[in-house]
């Protein structure tokens, strides 16, 4: 009976670090769209509510680091359960990373005039709706254990560099068409590389479950990177005043 009741409770602190992440997931999620909604509609409260709400995310994930340390001093895991706990420790790095990058692009919120094009904001949010669609995708295969459908983080992650990139030539020729532009769109891409990087962090992540599921390493069939590095615009793409 004694060794029953020692499962039910390995059992229940290995299910309490899952909902913890799913719990963070779901926080950083809600960071980010708020932020990108703060700085859409230059809502300085809500940017401010975001910077704060970060505190939660570094709260769990040293709750997380404390509970897994007590696990594998108490229960001594192997093989499956041991990476289950390692494996909650990486992906709790990784989401209070995203919360990071949703409270840096809160903190530009004022530094941004709002009075940009409308075609930059909506780049931003198409970004951020991508990369928040991968993140939340990634979290419902940790939580099933999916790794069949875990194929689709890589491809996703291949669309938010394209859009990454395809921002990052336009923010360049909007700084070349004005001068006064040059202030208000570096702090849009910094906005937006801070976007690109949740799709970095979520695919993290899936690398990780996949870890957890198998045993493996996931295997290596594309370098993680976009194409801004190649982008050049030239003065003769920027209309003439």
Do not use: W
């Amino acid at each position: 009976m004694q060794s029953v009741h020692i499962v039910s409770a390995y059992d229940e602190e290995l299910k309490f670090l899952s909902k913890r992440i799913a719990a963070m997931g779901g926080h950083a999620e809600r960071m980010v769209e708020q932020a990108v909604t703060a700085l859409v509609n230059a809502d300085h409260g809500l940017a401010q509510k975001v910077i704060q709400d970060d505190l939660v995310l570094d709260e769990g994930q040293r709750e997380i680091d404390d509970k897994a340390i007590i696990i594998i001093a108490k229960r001594q895991p192997m093989a499956t359960d041991l990476r289950e706990i390692v494996g909650a420790i990486r992906i709790s790095a990784d989401i209070e990373r995203v919360g990071d990058l949703g409270k840096n692009v809160a903190k530009r919120v004022a530094s941004v005039d709002g009075r940009q094009p409308t075609s930059l904001f909506r780049g931003l949010e198409a970004l951020a709706n991508l990369a928040l669609t991968q993140l939340k995708e990634v979290l419902d295969v940790y939580a099933s254990r999916s790794v069949e459908r875990i194929g689709f983080v890589r491809d996703r992650d291949d669309q938010i560099d394209a859009m990454y990139t395809s921002l990052f030539r336009e923010l360049l020729t909007y700084m070349m068409e004005d001068p006064r532009n040059i202030a208000p769109c570096t702090h849009l891409l910094f906005c937006a590389k801070n976007i690109e990087r949740i799709g970095d962090h979520a695919t993290n992540i899936a690398e990780t479950i996949y870890y957890i599921v198998t045993g493996d390493q996931m295997p290596v069939d594309r370098p993680k990177s976009d194409k801004t590095d190649k982008v050049v615009v030239s003065a003769a793409a920027v209309p003439a005043n």
